[in-house]
């Protein structure tokens, strides 16, 4: 199903290519990486269905970037997965991170994937990155610790990755933070004590959707790429589902710095990332400071 030479395929709904990605600064050159030969399936992503696109090629080229960024000398790598339109490590993890002593020996990195509305092809591109940095680690023995960090659509891809039957025991522990309701695995039950979801009350991607979730899906991601056609197909959507539609148009504003500036947005976590790095670090998590076994 995939032009590329790793064997990948994708399971039903989720369709191997997809319209052309740009590829990220710096990530141009093939792979050096020799990815797994077997197929890689990644299963049902979401509450929504289908149809999802996978740009297999970016993927490996992106997980060949992430992979050269890892310092395999540390025992602890932690990787941030960034939310969309974030194209780094966020600037408060990475704060509090450094500023422990004791973590001066870690690793940090962050996924390059599209973080783009273009969720569609976005999400399940940068899921089949993560897995691949995965693979890429898994390869070089079970030497390290694997931590993973998320923000929103970011937060989607870890928990999956945590979730994926082949390869989620990679991941030691993850933080998802505004983890959305339309992703196929929740954590906030603690069924998993590897993971700790943080959502803020109020936070629009984390409250359900009223009424079909693929609508709903397809509608926020409308309102925000202004596809037309979404728009009107799914114009029921926004009047099930006031809070949301409030708040994405809201968010629009943030568009404008002086807005912005003006703007209670439940949606930043700025604030959580110590804990998150606690959590991460010790499995200590959140904001009760409770143990959560290892």
Known sequence: MTSVSTAVSAPAGVRSSGPPVAQVPGTTAAPKYTFPQAPLELGRISVADGPWYVDWARAQVDAAAALDSIDFTKRDIYIWVPGTSCHDVHPAFRAALEQDPARAGASLTYLRYEASWEMRRSL?????????????I?????????LLGGESQGAWIAGEAAAHPALGRMVDRAVLMGHPWLAAN????????????VDHRGDMVTLPIRGSATAGFDAMVGLRTLHVDDLVRTAGVFLRNSAQTLQMIISLGALVPPIKRRMHNPHIYDMEMPGA???LDS????????????
Do not use: C, M, W
């Open 186 to 197: 929740q954590y906030s039950d603690g069924h998993d004590p590897r993971i700790f979801e």
């Open 277 to 279: 790095v606690r959590f």
């Open 138 to 146: 898994r390869k070089r023995g079970r030497t390290h610790r694997v």
């Open 124 to 136: 399940p591109t940068g899921l089949a990155t993560l897995l691949l940095v995965l693979e890429g």
């Open 283 to 294: 499995g200590i998590g959140g904001t009760n400071s409770q143990p959560v076994p290892a």
